[in-house]
């Protein structure tokens, strides 16, 4: 049986809920919940006389909305003015997953839709006699934001529907449904979708934990290849994390935008200074697309091992490929399977041992794929977690290129440009979308040679 899901769609009065929730019920082909509707059949029942009697029809609404969400066995959308004190217990007592989605737009324009419609509304909702500090309260213009994803929608026009709903289904929890359980409906995402291990605790740690990583010596000559790939075209990273790359590389002039299937790690991203010049997508970066074509796209730091199957790592090339102009490179930074240096019969291998952090990989080989197993004190308390992995070897990358439509124009064994031999740790690879009157030839450079491992 599918776990109910709740779509909560915040932001204070103006800003675009009563018109986008609707919109996104139809979608994903759930009952829809308007706060308003309730509060309006409720005083048609039983008549409001001022402005105070008005608050309490509201906050009756209030109950009635979170009772019908409760007993509705797919979900809901849920559309209100949420107050985050207020809200927050309610929304974590519903029977299901949660996703909200932040309708965020400037103050102006909302005030500009509330006075507007003011005088359209049932009269019991006293419009003209709420101020300014109460109709656009603190705790409703940010989102409730408790332990669920967020996506944030801009709303100063007219939202981008189909983009909303995309990048909903990529985080949307508990529900990879195939689409016959909505018939009518092919708004939920069906197949195999990625599953997100960077929330919680890990996203907010995970800057400290690779500190080594935020190296001016190890950051500089990956802008530095990046930037000059990208040519002053627009970039494109898969898995932008919290922006160890992506900042630095748009403090260069480079125009970039992300996908990542973690919200807490984008949260993370965008508290840091620059971020409001980069933007982000939420979902899984093998199968997520944003408008625009790229000069350049990349995936750094073992990333494309975040996909666990071959078949999401082939998608992904594929998805490269669709995003790419002609001409545009694709360049994955990742390390060269380490199980070369297992022990005959041994399947773990630690690669940090420190008095605060122990990290082992525990490896499968006939399956292809690892599992990183981590450690870490901290505080007077022990933090464990795992995240499982697909390895990949330079050859059968280069095949998943081909496959999508790329040949390989470079291989080195870093950021610096060194040459890549039978002795690296990792390759940086970058290949190259061709223009459509190119031939595709195979060449020694990008034959897979016969014994990789």
Not at 361 to 369: I, M, P, T, Y
Request: proline fraction near 8%; aromatic fraction near 6%; include cysteine.
């Amino acid at each position: 049986m599918t776990s109910p899901v709740f779509v909560v769609v915040s932001g204070p009065p103006g800003s675009g809920k009563s018109t986008l929730a609707p919109l996104l019920a139809a979608g994903l082909g759930l009952p829809l919940l308007a706060k308003d509707a309730i509060k309006e059949a409720v005083m048609g029942t039983f008549p409001v006389s001022d402005a105070e009697g008005s608050r309490r029809a509201g906050r009756a609404a209030m109950e009635v909305l979170f009772a019908l969400a409760g007993a509705s066995p797919p979900g809901a959308v849920l559309e209100a003015n949420f107050h985050r004190t207020l809200a927050l217990p309610s929304i974590r007592g519903l029977p299901g997953r949660t996703v909200e989605v932040f309708c965020r737009c400037s103050r102006e324009t909302a005030r500009g839709r509330y006075r507007a419609r003011s005088g359209t509304r049932h009269p019991g909702h006293f419009d003209a006699e709420r101020s300014d500090e109460e109709i656009w309260h603190p705790e409703a213009t940010d989102p409730v934001a408790g332990d669920w994803p967020v996506v944030e929608v801009d709303t100063n026009g007219p939202a981008e529907v189909e983009q909303v709903l995309a990048r909903l289904r990529a985080v949307m929890p508990g529900r990879h449904a195939d689409t016959t359980d909505h018939p009518d409906s092919a708004a939920w995402h069906s197949g195999p979708m990625g599953t997100n291990h960077f929330e919680g605790r890990i996203a907010q740690n995970y800057d400290a934990d690779s500190p080594e990583m935020f190296d001016p010596a190890v950051v500089g000559p990956t802008v530095d290849l990046l930037a000059d790939l990208a040519g002053g075209g627009p970039a494109l990273e898969l898995g932008i994390g919290t922006g160890r790359i992506a900042l630095p590389l748009s403090e260069r002039g480079v125009e970039v935008h992300g996908i990542d299937l973690s919200p807490d790690m984008v949260a993370r991203l965008r508290a840091k200074p620059g971020a409001e010049a980069i933007g982000v997508t939420v979902g899984d970066f093998a199968s997520t697309r944003v408008d625009g074509s790229f000069a350049l796209a990349y995936l750094v730091f073992n990333t494309i091992e975040n996909l666990t199957t071959q078949e999401e790592q082939v998608e992904c090339f594929c998805n490269v490929a669709r995003h790419l102009e002609d001409g545009g490179c694709f360049v994955v930074e990742v390390e060269v399977p380490q199980i070369r240096r297992l022990p005959p019969g041994d399947t773990v291998r630690a690669f940090t041992v420190t008095p605060t952090r122990l990290g082992f990989d525990e490896f499968d080989v006939a399956e292809q794929r690892g599992v990183s197993h981590h450690y870490r004190v901290a505080g007077g308390r022990a933090e464990t977690f795992s995240i499982p992995y697909r390895y990949v070897w330079p050859a059968e990358l280069d095949l998943m290129a081909r496959l999508a439509g790329l040949r390989l124009r470079e291989r080195w064994g870093g950021w610096g440009r060194e040459p890549f031999t039978s002795d690296s740790l990792k390759h940086v690879s970058v290949w190259e979308k061709p223009a459509p009157q190119t031939t595709l030839r195979s060449s020694s450079r990008d034959r897979p040679r016969g014994h990789e491992s």
